[in-house]
């Protein structure tokens, strides 16, 4: 989040980096909003929605004649968002031949429509967005070094969902409040249902199924029985890709953590779940390692023996009760 705050007050361009549905287009919103450009205007282009050349046009602009079917002026979103920030949505899909006249733009800020001869200056600031491994792109030739080099002026990843599971509460319940109102909640066994889910597609997916349990079950609290009503609740289907000892070790992942965010330290923890310091960090290593998500864990496990902010915090009861579901037939 420090990366955001120092991007936020730039007006440098930012790259931001990660999987589909991670939020980026709405991380990029917030650094708008929340620059000094936030009183201008926002333009967002994704680079995959326009087909061929008509991306140029999409981009900078053209006159009317310029190509068969340009009937009209078109002001582009690079000139639209004059004063204020465009955000470049998949951009390391963008044809490498168009890349060297985007370049143009962000060394020199000018811009020249489709079929026009003069020159137009403008004044914006970058945010890119991209799934694509860019450092690979370029290394296959795929993706203009230079470019790159320009955007990377402030560089964000986005973590994938399955990397959040701390975050994953905040996430859900926020998603649902937003449908179902001021006093809308998710219990704690329907939470624990949807944590154990693989959620490739991610926060998007995660707001996409709540959006089709709210509308099977409209009601504020969202329990296991809408779960099941929606058909989210596992169903018989096996999720791609886990075994036995995948599914166990993500289990026993998301008891530890929630353990940890019911306390202030990693000690406290293991006294919470009765077990020793050693035999929790044990645990906690072991099971990263076999739910393949060893780095997320390393990261959420630093300085864990420093308090947690009260927004972390997960109360003695949600965890024994999401102990004892791991119980339920």
Known sequence: MRRVCVACRSLTPVLLLGEPGTGKGVMAQYIHSHSPRRAGPFQRLDCTAVAGAGVLSA????????????????????????GGSCCVDEIGDLAKQHQGKLLTVIQDGEIIPMGADTAIHINVRFIAATNVDLE???ARGHFRRDVLDRLGGHLIQMPPLRDRAEDF????????????????????????????????GNIRQ???TLQRVHAVCPAAVLNVAGLQAAEVDGGSSWPHGETYRTLMA??????LRRALAATSNRTQAAKLLGMSRSTFLDRL?????GGGNRGAVTRGCRNLDTPLSASHRRSQRSLEMGCRDLDAP
């Open 206 to 208: 995660l707001v996409l």
């Open 250 to 255: 993500r289990a026993e992942l998301q008891i």
């Open 285 to 289: 290593k072991r099971s990263a390692g």
């Open 59 to 82: 981009l900078f602009g053209h006159v009317r004649g310029a190509y068969t079917g340009a009937t009209c002026d078109r002001t582009g979103v690079l000139r639209a968002a004059d």
């Open 136 to 138: 690979q792109a370029v």
């Open 169 to 200: 509460e905040g996430l859900a319940t926020q998603a649902w409040l937003r449908m179902a109102g001021p006093n809308a909640r998710i219990d704690a066994r329907a939470l624990d249902v949807l944590a154990a889910r693989p959620w490739p």
